[in-house]
């Protein structure tokens, strides 16, 4: 069908005339939209997409409009009739059922046969309707009629003629109110008078991972027994220890031969001694680069059997990616116009004057070769997918171009749409949120650094609500090799739990490093800072994984509920309830549909017990005020009688600082009972 | 200057690689911006316009930018730079002095000379400075003074030599912090490198008058003397009295001959006698359509010279434009395409079914004919405009395609930028908005409606802030000719003090249909409708302007404080104050740079006197909490001592319900004393 581009014209032009003026439709104020479209929004296989315009033309005539969507490339639309809200909103929906790009655009246009059929209904009701105001109809049927197709040209062409012609006035009014003649007509509107949205929106549609994961962190060398530098082997010995605590995703930092210049020494010392294994981010040596293997950790078939092995337990690999070389890389040597040069001939390392960092290398980015860059570094993902991994770390992707990741990864999702991209960009706001909008499927946050409820509640509200939640799919993490907050410094293992359960239960997209954290790992480097004393990053641990202490269990609980409870693996309903006590927090996430409710409520203080009045917001949550509920926590298994919205809660942190409840609606009453009736 | 259009990509075009991947700014979040740039912003000459963005890179680089304007059709972009605000913001800011159109755009570049200069400050703070840092500043002075021009030329390159040769760190470091030279190399950026925004956006640059206006609306048939119809000179005559009470626009309604066919009598009667003169806007008759003059009120001539003797009074005529016939109007016969046919060969009057009037003939905008039909309704405007008017108050523009208004506005403004069009709607807000975006320079809001505090400070908080404030403007009538609002209906004079005050202190732009507000013209044509009684609609009224209860010396005194008192000439400083009495609403305006302020303060209960404690916020309007400050009530001449946030106001309906303050910061003190030093 040929579709005006009325709504497409631009300001400059607007002195000359259209192509055609008659289209009276307006499109206006669309959502979901990013920047004017200049990027896709985000949503996962299976996601119905609702889309909400301003739609309304000159005058009282009934309006039409259409919802238009494809998968990107195909050459025909489909069609979905929005229907009116409020205001001049209109509200359109549609299924996303296939991996990749989706389009999306409106048209709209005044309906005459609505209006008709409008009016008349509302002249029959004033005793004010005329055979004249049936032969107009009849006029606007035949116009459908010369549209229609099939069997359908034969039926409104009657009708019209059945209009036209009737000369008894309660006749024709019977004819004139058929519905489904009606229904069969609208089918056919006249496209010359529609009017179309200037703008083709687009989706990307990622596989249900994307939306709902849980990543386990695990440096492979520190897996090796009695201090032996840990390989692939031992990584799979650790599969079902992973596995049973029901983590989705196994990442491992990277994996490539490490640099030997400037290498740096435990605990970041700038002098390291032999046999000092180095930091996995300063990559390439004399046995390779992006593409290669530490020669200690194993082979590349070893790597693969270790990819095949983590998916029989459900632990899909995700690998790091850092795009910066140790001094020792090949590229150095083989691409000296990928660096930039110093007037020493010494490759500028990376800086942030007055600091160095002598043993990284970045790329020069701004190089003529930009092009061969480009290419290449598109070429170590390549690799590794070929070798069956689908899931990316992104090491610090502020610090290369937005314009190089947009391309990456849309040309690398345009060949393997299930791919996914986690952004580890720990920067300012925007920054964050255009690496988002360009492209990487989930990412990093600010969540390791909020630990107050007023915190948790402004900033989980604000990246879980549209627009931003459009594009940007947060990933919680409570710790990482890099940050090891002062909450957990201080607070031990009450603190560990609750953010365990935050993480767990705020963010459908959750991740921790272990075994740091479950062994409840808390010692920092020195006092004030957030790196770890004696840190993996450069050198090797040994990790007692059966200390009594050990988390693994309660990690295996929390992710078992995750896993149960389909609440949990989307924050669209995430939705904040006020609690008495500002020590604590309470939220609830619904299913989509708004069937089931979980409850999450955590003492925040790891000193001291808390208690206080949480007012749930029963209208959110779908609850009748009027009859009593069930508060069912998942974690002990006690079931709690309530009603009403305030309810009374203490949580001490030497037991469990957190509920985790499920909200029963039904709860049993003299009705249900056999002989009530 | 050839610019790089990174920022101009498509969504779709992103696997792509761009043209070129070097540009590493990025620009979004652009404000003002009307719907992505599909509309322009409006300002007035003199204006600043202030631009805002966010604008970052990847890395740690220094960034630049600049803002692009010129007038729209110029080949030549002018340019001033942004400077960061906080959070990757930026700002810059330009005058518009010309009438029309102006663009705007954005250029932004990682700035490594810039970069360099900052990274140098940083090494010699902490002693690590070396020569070869200094060396790499040479390169990029050497690079742009390869850009740059005339004398420039020398001066960089031999600052970049002088750098680069230097054997003595002491002297490099003086040499390297030159700020003069390093202001002259920054000036030549490279282009290659820069980002440009995707869009240039467009201003509408109106006069002064499209901010600031005072309207008096008036029946020129009921100006007579002794009940005969009046005259474009009985209107003459009239002259002095409207400019003495302080208005700058006389807005007469359609002047045109009135049709006969189904003409309405007195109070809407479907009937009318002989000698009932009918609907001004049932426009048509054998004496002509909408370019000629009901005969009865004069000649052409007659009126051409009302429009040079108002404006010796510093009166400006608006005429209202009503697209839309009466059945007699010549267009019927001539032009019957450019209505809608019945199947009984009759023309479609208006209709809201069951409601009919068969007095008015709307156009038929889906005509064949459209484009004649557009150049004919131009044609109207053109002949008016040729006749020295140059404001149009149009009559239900929303019943009429806005893609019509967007080129009928737009193409009379490109001739005639001093146009000014006020958008006569009263419909929903987005349909008002749409008008008033795509080119109505004024626009009718619900102020009529708007009588209680609350409802005041939310409407108008909504209506004169960005992004609407950006393109609506409103102007705020007390009565119309249509709506007798039943606050008036019942709260008489204090109630017709309170809106003036209201209307003409919220509102830079402001009117009163009179003489029917002056003289407090109160009664309904029936109980519960806002309809006059023996409404000017439909017959002639006589005035006695001199009754002693008339409003007219206090309009005047009220637009006398308007005209000297340049706060009330916009809306962009509006800011409403807490007051602890729900009866009164308590507002100021500043000058733009914040140095003087209006206060006003208004008892909305026309039937009681009330107090209250007004809470200033004194932060906004720049006063000092701890000096005392004066209140001036322009008003009353009275001068109240104030100090602090909270000050006592009592309004009595009975003397004057409202205080329109002139606050004054500085008072005298013992410093100020001759002796005091």
Do not use: C
């Amino acid at each position: 069908m040929k579709l005006t581009t009325h709504e497409a014209t631009t300001t400059t032009a607007q002195s000359q005339l259209p192509l055609d003026g008659r289209p009276r439709a307006v499109i206006e104020g669309v959502t979901p939209e990013v920047d004017a479209g200049r990027f896709p929004i985000k949503r996962v296989i299976g996601d119905r997409v609702i889309v909400e315009a301003d739609i309304f033309a000159d005058g009282h005539d009934q309006i039409s409009a259409d919802l238009l969507y494809r998968v990107t490339g195909a050459t025909e639309w489909m069609r979905t009739p929005f229907t009116p809200l409020v205001n001049d909103r209109w509200r359109g929906e549609f299924t996303v059922d296939q991996l990749g790009r989706y389009q999306y655009t409106i048209v709209a246009w005044v309906d005459h046969l609505k209006t008709w059929r409008h009016d008349f209904e509302r002249r029959l009701a004033a005793g004010s309707h005329s055979l004249i105001d049936i032969k107009i109809g009849a006029g606007y049927i035949a116009a459908h009629a010369g549209r229609a197709a099939g069997e359908d040209v034969a039926i409104l062409a009657d009708w019209a003629r059945e209009l036209a012609e009737s000369t008894d006035l309660d006749t024709a009014t019977d004819a004139a109110l058929d519905d489904l003649r009606l229904a069969t007509a609208l089918a056919y509107p006249d496209a010359t008078l529609q009017s179309r949205y200037a703008r083709e929106l687009e989706i990307v549609v990622d596989r249900e991972r994307a939306r709902f994961s849980s990543w386990y962190e695990l440096f492979p060398r520190s897996t090796g027994r009695d201090g032996v530098y840990g390989t692939f082997s031992d990584v799979e010995r650790l599969l079902p220890y992973i596995a049973e605590m029901g983590f989705n995703v196994l990442y491992l930092p990277p994996i490539h031969p490490i640099g030997q210049s400037f290498r740096k020494g435990p605990n970041n010392n700038v002098i390291s001694e032999p046999g000092d294994p180095g930091s996995p981010w300063a990559i390439g040596a004399a046995a390779g680069g992006h593409t290669s293997i530490h020669p200690e950790l194993g082979t590349l078939d070893e790597f693969r059997h270790l990819v095949a092995a983590a998916a029989e337990h459900g632990l899909e690999m995700a690998l790091d990616i850092a795009l910066q070389t140790s001094p020792d890389h090949p590229y150095v040597r083989e691409h000296p116009e990928w660096f930039r040069w110093r007037p020493d001939n010494t490759v500028q390392y990376a800086e942030n004057p007055p600091k160095k960092y002598q043993d990284i290398y970045p790329f020069e980015f701004e190089t003529d070769a930009w092009r061969e860059l480009w290419e290449e570094l598109r070429g170590v993902f390549l690799f590794w997918i070929e070798q069956g991994v689908r899931i990316f770390r992104v090491d610090n992707p502020h610090t290369k171009p937005f314009a190089f990741w947009e391309w990456l990864i849309s040309s690398l999702k345009a060949e393997h749409p299930d791919l996914i991209f986690l952004s580890e960009s720990f920067t300012r706001p925007k920054v964050m949120y255009r690496l988002a909008k360009l492209g990487f499927t989930q990412s990093y946050t600010y969540f390791t650094w909020r630990n107050t409820a007023w915190e948790i509640r402004e900033y989980l509200s604000e990246i879980t609500s549209p627009p931003l939640s459009d594009y940007f799919r947060p990933n919680l993490w409570p710790n990482t090799p890099d940050i090891l907050n002062e909450y957990l410094q201080s607070g031990r293992r009450p603190a560990f739990i609750a953010r365990l359960i935050l993480a767990a239960t705020l963010g459908a997209n959750y991740g921790i490093y272990g075994p740091a954290f479950e062994l409840l790992e808390h010692v920092p480097a020195e006092p004030g800072k957030e790196e770890y004393l004696n840190s993996e990053k450069y050198q090797l641990r040994q990790w007692d994984l059966d200390r009594p202490d050990s988390l693994r269990d309660l990690i295996a609980q929390v992710n078992r509920i995750r896993n149960e409870n389909r609440e949990l693996h989307q924050n669209q309903t995430l939705h904040f309830h006020t609690i008495d006590n500002p020590s604590m927090v309470a939220y609830s996430k619904s299913d989509t549909e708004r069937q089931n409710v979980m409850l999450t409520i955590v003492n925040l203080d790891p000193y001291h017990t808390h208690s206080g009045w949480v007012d749930l917001d029963l209208d959110d949550l779908g609850i009748d005020e009027s009859h009593p509920y069930q508060a069912h926590d998942l974690l002990t298994g006690d079931r709690y009688l309530w009603s009403g919205r305030r309810n009374f809660i203490q949580l001490s942190p030497g037991a469990l600082p957190a509920h985790i409840f499920k909200l029963r609606r039904h709860l049993h009453t003299e009705h249900d009972f056999d002989y009530f009736m």
